[in-house]
């Protein structure tokens, strides 16, 4: 067996499938950012916004849209499972601001993930009572069989969760149907009554909202395992983008047109109060945020071994066993275990709290460095421009307003 041969037998074990679908991936991009934070965030966004909460999504919208973008092209260029890892390694060739990167990828994974299976539990009080330390276990494991199996099993359980929480959506939308008329009105209303202070209103709310829409540096791990990469990334990320745009836009609109900014603020559970308030029950929509949260315990689950799995694979910055591509499954089986571990000793035994406050200061800086390797690489001038190319500005005003949201919050 020559070199040559040798090294294809050393990575056979080492690739993905490419197993899922243009349309499984649009569902699960949706899925990754239409999760449980707008069932929870929309009450705290429209205290502070009221009816200008919309112009609040709008605004984040833009300014998610424009890390987005350079998502979309460094995914053609880049088409890894180390997504923003693989960003930073071919901006600046840094074996060690890529292992930075890869591996705050991963701890925000962990922890982001460790965090929502608490929340999981705490909510599912709600339904039926089980020991928080047995809920932990049970509910870690088998989102953490349902990874390993294989991609298009997680997949489709992302899909069905995802239209289960968009029917959520449209749920509260319909039963609010008849106060829509009311809106015009409350936002003439807010308008003159804040026109002072728009802005000390609108930018704390925009920044809550921006969080609304992450989940993007998720769907893009997923690069290797994409049939028609190139074509089915970009639409999938806009698809993910636009939808909750106007989904986001609506049941605001929806919410306060019903409830007042006040009670929305005061709500654990904004949107049940909303459809409770017109005559409906309140465990529909709560089983549909349940799962909701479930998906974006998933989505973190399925995220994390594979930016390990680059790690190992392409960076030199983790243990070469954490490449592993089960045969069977197609899956990274010992990464995805070893995920599953950390999340469920997260969650049992340490305040996941002030942990996840670090999240997404860590997730905005790796938002900035992937910004600025697309503007090193265009700045190259050497490569030859993928089917999809933004301009220069749009990947400089990315890491320009990650700067500020980091700043934003530390001051506000």
């Given at each position: 067996?020559?070199?040559?041969?040798?090294?294809?037998?050393?990575?056979?074990?080492?690739?993905?499938?490419?197993?899922?679908?243009?349309?499984?991936?649009?569902?699960?991009?949706?899925?990754?950012?239409?999760?449980?934070?707008?069932?929870?965030?929309?009450?705290?966004?429209?205290?502070?916004?009221?009816?200008?909460?919309?112009?609040?999504?709008?605004?984040?919208?833009?300014?998610?849209?424009?890390?987005?973008?350079?998502?979309?092209?460094?995914?053609?260029?880049?088409?890894?499972?180390?997504?923003?890892?693989?960003?930073?390694?071919?901006?600046?060739?840094?074996?060690?601001?890529?292992?930075?990167?890869?591996?705050?990828?991963?701890?925000?994974?962990?922890?982001?993930?460790?965090?929502?299976?608490?929340?999981?539990?705490?909510?599912?009080?709600?339904?039926?009572?089980?020991?928080?330390?047995?809920?932990?276990?049970?509910?870690?494991?088998?989102?953490?069989?349902?990874?390993?199996?294989?991609?298009?099993?997680?997949?489709?359980?992302?899909?069905?969760?995802?239209?289960?929480?968009?029917?959520?959506?449209?749920w509260?939308?319909?039963?609010?149907?008849?106060?829509?008329?009311?809106?015009?009105?409350?936002?003439?209303?807010?308008?003159?009554?804040?026109?002072?202070?728009?802005?000390?209103?609108?930018?704390?709310?925009?920044?809550?909202?921006?969080?609304?829409?992450?989940?993007?540096e998720?769907?893009v791990?997923?690069?290797?395992?994409?049939?028609?990469?190139?074509?089915?990334?970009?639409?999938?990320?806009?698809?993910?983008?636009?939808?909750?745009?106007?989904?986001?836009?609506?049941?605001?609109?929806?919410?306060?047109?019903?409830?007042?900014?006040?009670?929305l603020?005061?709500?654990?559970?904004?949107?049940?109060?909303?459809?409770?308030?017109?005559?409906?029950?309140?465990?529909?929509?709560?089983?549909?945020?349940?799962?909701?949260i479930?998906?974006?315990?998933?989505?973190?689950?399925?995220?994390?071994?594979?930016?390990?799995?680059?790690?190992?694979?392409?960076?030199?910055?983790?243990?070469t066993?954490?490449?592993?591509?089960?045969?069977?499954?197609?899956?990274?089986?010992?990464?995805?275990?070893?995920?599953?571990?950390?999340?469920?000793?997260?969650?049992?035994?340490?305040?996941?709290?002030?942990?996840?406050?670090?999240?997404?200061?860590?997730?905005?800086?790796?938002?900035?460095?992937?910004?600025?390797?697309?503007?090193?690489?265009?700045?190259?001038?050497?490569?030859?421009?993928?089917?999809?190319?933004?301009?220069l500005?749009?990947?400089?005003?990315?890491?320009?307003?990650?700067?500020?949201?980091?700043?934003?919050?530390i001051?506000?």
């Amino acid at each position: 067996m020559d070199r040559g041969t040798e090294r294809e037998a050393s990575t056979e074990g080492r690739k993905f499938k490419r197993a899922i679908s243009p349309r499984a991936l649009a569902l699960y991009g949706l899925g990754t950012v239409v999760g449980a934070g707008i069932y929870v965030v929309i009450g705290k966004i429209i205290g502070m916004s009221g009816a200008l909460a919309p112009v609040a999504f709008l605004i984040a919208a833009i300014a998610a849209g424009l890390t987005a973008l350079s998502y979309t092209e460094l995914s053609i260029r880049i088409p890894e499972s180390g997504g923003s890892a693989a960003y930073v390694s071919a901006g600046f060739d840094s074996r060690l601001l890529t292992a930075i990167a890869g591996w705050a990828i991963v701890a925000t994974g962990i922890t982001s993930a460790a965090t929502v299976t608490t929340g999981v539990v705490g909510y599912s009080k709600v339904f039926v009572t089980i020991p928080e330390q047995a809920a932990i276990l049970g509910l870690v494991t088998s989102l953490t069989l349902i990874a390993a199996i294989g991609i298009r099993q997680t997949s489709l359980f992302m899909a069905l969760t995802t239209i289960a929480g968009v029917f959520g959506l449209v749920w509260v939308i319909g039963h609010a149907w008849n106060d829509l008329h009311h809106y015009p009105s409350l936002v003439r209303e807010a308008w003159s009554e804040e026109r002072g202070r728009i802005s000390s209103i609108i930018i704390p709310a925009g920044f809550l909202a921006f969080y609304a829409y992450i989940g993007f540096e998720d769907l893009v791990t997923l690069s290797e395992e994409a049939q028609d990469q190139p074509s089915a990334m970009p639409r999938a990320i806009w698809f993910t983008l636009i939808v909750s745009l106007l989904l986001y836009l609506v049941v605001s609109v929806a919410a306060v047109s019903t409830l007042s900014p006040e009670r929305l603020a005061a709500s654990v559970a904004p949107l049940v109060d909303v459809v409770r308030e017109k005559g409906a029950s309140g465990y529909i929509l709560g089983g549909v945020s349940l799962l909701m949260i479930i998906n974006g315990a998933m989505a973190h689950i399925v995220m994390v071994p594979r930016v390990l799995h680059d790690l190992a694979n392409h960076r030199r910055s983790a243990p070469t066993w954490l490449a592993r591509v089960n045969t069977g499954t197609g899956t990274p089986v010992l990464a995805t275990t070893l995920a599953g571990a950390a999340v469920a000793g997260l969650a049992l035994f340490f305040p996941t709290e002030t942990l996840a406050g670090w999240t997404s200061f860590i997730l905005l800086g790796v938002f900035m460095a992937a910004n600025l390797s697309l503007v090193v690489i265009k700045l190259r001038a050497k490569e030859r421009l993928p089917e999809f190319a933004v301009p220069l500005p749009v990947p400089i005003a990315g890491a320009t307003v990650s700067l500020g949201l980091i700043v934003g919050e530390i001051i506000l």
